[in-house]
């Protein structure tokens, strides 16, 4: 029965709940060997950098789980000179990682548009248009995304968190800053400006289930997203629902193999119901096991985030607790990084964008309808 169901080409929300909930290691060996095979064969065995560039945590948002909350006084802020940061960008043009992320805490000022706008503007030049740019900077009006967009960014992340509204509610303060249809229509906007667009989740919230997660899958299927960037929930210390997490005895070696094993279940059956879309292993995987990044691979992610990161602030910022690579030097990541990708068989795509599948699949559909 188990084979039958890995192998179908339609998954019901009910498969997907029976995937997320396999616990016996032969099962889950066989939908993460299942998982690879399909990325294989829909996006190859090539795994594609993001060269992530964290370049200020100051943020307007107060995220009840994020480190770098607006509240979170125990951070020392910071913003990242401009030099500095095309020289981040030129590093890893040089090294040819193929793109950057540029993320930040959330601003919507003026002053903060602009200056990001002028920024891709600038990382296109240096790079002679060849570094793709993502950009992770939160909520914005469509009309800021197509600014951004104009001025040479393609691919935009924006994390749902979640696609359950009343769980959302419990991960925010509320005082109209935080809505979860807010953020969809970001999404949405996102979509009909041009760029790839990403979202995720988190893994293992508290009162978060396996519907909910089934949820998730069909969420991103719904919205057509092209990337995706999730990870298992990870506890910082100095944020209400982390203290909360390990008042309540939920934080122990236990409860975070279980998250672990959820978010590795969640890339695999992702994978499965989605073949031809980008999947992040994520840096919060590796904070919960030395080689959660190769086992994430494994379980058929094919994009990676090495941090270039100016050393100097990396730990500030910690958006969870045990964050890795916060004391490496970027040369030291590159190193790193593919000496993980090569020991799962797989190869760096240097010099490529690494560009989702999906979006070109989707849209010469589209062309073809039009036609």
Same mark, same amino acid.
């Not at 200020?56 to 789980?65: A, E, F, G, P």
């Not at 749902?160 to 005082?175: A, F, G, V």
């Given at each position: 029965?188990?084979?039958?169901?890995?192998?179908?080409?339609?998954?019901?929300? %009910?498969?997907?709940?029976?995937?997320?909930?396999?616990?016996?290691?032969? %099962?889950?060996?066989?939908?993460?060997?299942?998982?690879?095979?399909? *990325?294989?064969?829909? !996006?190859?065995?090539?795994?594609?950098?993001?060269?992530?560039?964290?370049?200020?945590?100051?943020?307007?948002?107060?995220?009840?789980?994020?480190?770098?909350?607006?509240?979170? %006084?125990? !951070?020392?802020?910071?913003?990242? *000179?401009?030099?500095?940061?095309?020289?981040?960008?030129?590093?890893?043009?040089?090294?040819?990682?193929?793109?950057?992320?540029?993320?930040?805490?959330?601003?919507?000022?003026?002053?903060?548009?602009?200056?990001?706008?002028?920024?891709?503007?600038?990382?296109?030049?240096?790079?002679?248009?060849?570094?793709?740019?993502?950009?992770?900077?939160?909520?914005?009006?469509?009309?800021?995304?197509?600014?951004?967009?104009?001025?040479?960014?393609?691919?935009?992340?924006?994390?749902?968190?979640?696609?359950?509204?009343?769980?959302?509610?419990?991960?925010?303060?509320?005082?109209?800053?935080?809505?979860?249809?807010?953020?969809?229509?970001?999404?949405?906007? &996102?979509?009909?400006?041009?760029?790839?667009?990403?979202?995720?989740?988190?893994?293992?919230?508290?009162?978060?289930?396996?519907?909910? &997660?089934?949820?998730?899958?069909?969420?991103?299927?719904?919205?057509?997203?092209?990337?995706?960037?999730?990870?298992?929930?990870?506890?910082?210390?100095?944020?209400?629902?982390?203290?909360?997490? !390990?008042?309540?005895? &939920?934080?122990?070696?236990?409860?975070?193999?279980?998250?672990?094993?959820?978010?590795?279940?969640?890339?695999?059956?992702?994978?499965?119901?989605?073949?031809?879309?980008?999947?992040?292993?994520?840096?919060?995987?590796?904070?919960?096991?030395?080689?959660?990044?190769?086992?994430?691979?494994?379980?058929?992610?094919?994009?990676?985030?090495?941090?270039?990161?100016?050393?100097?602030?990396?730990?500030?910022?910690?958006?969870?607790?045990?964050?890795?690579?916060?004391?490496? %030097?970027?040369?030291?990541?590159?190193?790193?990084?593919?000496?993980?990708?090569?020991? !799962?068989?797989?190869?760096?795509?240097?010099?490529?964008?690494?560009?989702?599948?999906?979006?070109?699949? *989707?849209? *010469?559909?589209?062309?073809?309808?039009?036609?």
């Amino acid at each position: 029965m188990l084979n039958t169901l890995l192998h179908q080409t339609h998954f019901t929300k %009910e498969d997907i709940m029976t995937l997320l909930s396999l616990t016996k290691p032969e %099962e889950l060996q066989a939908l993460y060997d299942t998982a690879y095979a399909v *990325k294989a064969a829909n !996006v190859g065995r090539v795994v594609y950098y993001r060269g992530l560039i964290e370049f200020s945590n100051r943020c307007i948002k107060d995220c009840l789980y994020f480190g770098i909350r607006r509240s979170n %006084e125990e !951070v020392e802020r910071f913003d990242t *000179k401009r030099e500095d940061i095309l020289a981040m960008a030129q590093w890893s043009y040089d090294n040819r990682y193929g793109s950057l992320t540029l993320q930040s805490g959330e601003r919507q000022d003026e002053a903060f548009i602009s200056y990001i706008e002028g920024l891709v503007r600038d990382i296109k030049a240096l790079s002679h248009g060849e570094l793709g740019i993502t950009l992770c900077v939160g909520e914005q009006t469509e009309e800021t995304y197509r600014r951004w967009f104009d001025a040479g960014a393609h691919r935009y992340l924006l994390r749902i968190e979640t696609s359950n509204p009343n769980l959302y509610q419990t991960l925010h303060p509320q005082d109209g800053h935080h809505q979860w249809l807010v953020r969809k229509q970001c999404l949405e906007s &996102l979509r009909r400006i041009g760029y790839q667009v990403g979202t995720g989740d988190m893994i293992g919230l508290p009162h978060q289930t396996i519907e909910d &997660l089934a949820d998730d899958i069909l969420f991103y299927r719904d919205m057509d997203i092209d990337m995706i960037g999730m990870g298992p929930y990870v506890v910082h210390h100095h944020t209400p629902i982390g203290k909360a997490v !390990v008042e309540n005895g &939920l934080d122990s070696d236990e409860e975070k193999l279980r998250r672990l094993q959820l978010g590795l279940k969640m890339i695999a059956v992702t994978r499965l119901v989605l073949p031809d879309v980008n999947i992040a292993s994520t840096t919060a995987l590796q904070a919960l096991h030395p080689l959660g990044r190769e086992l994430g691979l494994k379980a058929g992610a094919n994009v990676l985030m090495p941090i270039v990161t100016l050393p100097k602030f990396r730990s500030q910022y910690l958006l969870y607790d045990n964050k890795p690579c916060v004391d490496e %030097e970027p040369n030291q990541c590159k190193h790193c990084l593919s000496a993980r990708v090569a020991s !799962v068989g797989d190869t760096v795509g240097l010099g490529k964008w690494g560009d989702s599948p999906h979006f070109y699949h *989707k849209n *010469k559909k589209s062309d073809l309808n039009v036609k």
